[in-house]
């Protein structure tokens, strides 16, 4: 099993860095045009670990501003004092740190007139990397200052970068789990992979280990999902980062290819990147974090759907005791719950309303408990003292499911009580009309009838399912919701195949 230890390849040593990297930005603002000049012709072939120079120019504070605004990452700014006012360097320096809330760029102060700026106060007061008086500053300690300042820029970046990074996979991590669906787990996490390195334009994807091969989840590569695929149709660089990755025993990431792998209940999952100056983009312990909190997350995914299967073969147990009672089969309470479902997507229910209604459904008929087996199993049709007893169970299933704070339990006692209500108002046990039954209530009082007519019960023959369609459309408008009768006509053939998977085996009459 592959350790959560991150390794970072070790790179052959370049005299000049990767073009993509760019060159430092270096923004010198003086009123002097004579100052730019000769800071151009002395820094004309400073290079920084294999980084040039981009030297930008300002002659005063108001564009000097503009151009802060307009680039982020300006290194170094060489600062004139005394511009178009006294104090006009030092308000631009409040204005760096404090407006545009920028720390890390380094800030050398040049004057040459140090009577109006002294160095002492200037440098207790104001945010600033170095205080130069411009006769004293030299080609050689122009040289030198650069130098100092860059591996100081350089270092607060770097730094800034992983605080940002580590506050972005903690807000990957909430991301995902408030999602709370494994399907969406693997999507979730290349796309937070890939948005933490910066890379969104470049290969990302996911791979799962089976019996040793290798199938596709997603990515950007353009094959298809779950197909099984060779090192072949990898970026070549991601290929072999991953064969290094398995045969170490480790996750692995170089400048151009990051693979981390994560691991639980046998799956091998494997997120792969292609990018550019990945080792810049993630530290050891960031990606280490990111590691762990996929793993993290998976475990929790896989503990909530332990759970929720739990609670739907819960509620489905339940809702079958109540129907053996009656003389009815377990599959009835399934049938219903899938149909529901099915209804509530069609009409284009929110995804957490599905889900309450899924796990309602099947104690739609719970308040039947308190109804005597007599009533219950009677062949025939029922006086009015029995009629009104089975009447009472709507009522009773409220009253039973009512007192709780799990959201599904309250969805379900909304069913219970109303999901013998009708359209035109003629339904127990409230008599409600229209709209003013909950939609809950609506759905399952279609998706109830519709099961209860294709199958046989103690006190009817199974109907055909065109007898049972044509019903359907007849009430329309008066038992039922129109609309929600159009969406199940418009969709039969979805709707019996729900029946024959759980249907219990007997002929139709």
Known sequence: MINDQIIFKEESEETEAPAHL??????????????????????????????????????????????????????????????????????????????????????????????????????????????????????????????????SYRDLALAEQKAETLSSIIGVTQDILIDNASDSFV?????????????????????????????????????????????????????????????????????????????????????????????????????????????????????????NQAQVELLYRLG?????????TGNHVKRVARYSELLGKLANLREVEIEQLKLG????????????????????????MEWQQMQCHPETGRDLLNHTDLTFLKAAGIIASQHHERWDGKGYPEGLVGENIHIFGRIVAIADVFDALLNERIYKKAWNPADVFLYLENQAGTQFDPTLVGLLLDNKEDFLRIFFELEDHKPFH
């Not at 079958?320 to 009815?328: A, D, G, I, K, P």
């Open 187 to 307: 999507t979730r996490a290349m796309g937070q992979l890939s948005k933490l390195a910066h890379q969104g334009d470049r290969h990302h994807f996911a791979l799962e280990r089976i019996n040793h091969h290798w199938c596709y989840l997603q990515g950007s590569l353009g094959l298809s999902e779950n197909q099984i695929v060779s090192f072949s149709e990898l970026p070549v660089e991601v290929a072999d980062v991953l064969k290094e990755c398995t045969t170490r025993d480790e996750n692995l990431i170089t400048d151009s290819a990051l693979v981390i792998h994560t691991s639980i209940n046998r799956r091998e999952l494997y997120f792969c990147l292609q990018g550019e100056d990945l080792n810049n983009h993630f530290s050891a312990d960031t990606l280490l974090l990111f590691s762990e909190n996929l793993k993290t997350i998976m475990e929790n995914l896989t503990l909530h759907k332990q759970v």
């Open 22 to 151: 760019g060159s430092w930005k270096v923004l010198v603002v003086d009123d002097e045009e004579q100052v730019h000049k000769i800071t151009s012709l002395a820094l004309s072939d400073f290079t920084f670990e294999g980084r040039p120079l981009n030297i930008l120019r300002a002659f005063n504070s108001r564009d000097a501003q503009q151009l802060l605004h307009h680039h982020k990452d300006i290194a170094v700014v060489l600062l004139d004092v005394v511009m178009e006012s006294d104090n006009a360097g030092l308000e631009l320096v409040r204005f760096i740190r404090e407006s545009l809330c920028n720390r890390v760029v380094r800030i050398v102060l040049r004057t040459g007139q140090p009577g109006e700026a002294p160095e002492r106060s200037v440098i207790r007061e104001y945010d600033i990397h170095d205080y130069k008086i411009k006769t004293d500053l030299t080609s050689q300690k122009l040289f030198t200052l650069m130098h100092s300042s860059l591996r």
């Open 320 to 328: 079958e005791l109540v129907e053996t009672r009656s003389l009815e």
């Open 361 to 384: 459904a099947p104690l739609h008929d719970i308040g039947k408990i308190a109804v005597p087996d007599t009533v219950l199993n009677k062949p025939g049709a029922l006086d009015p």
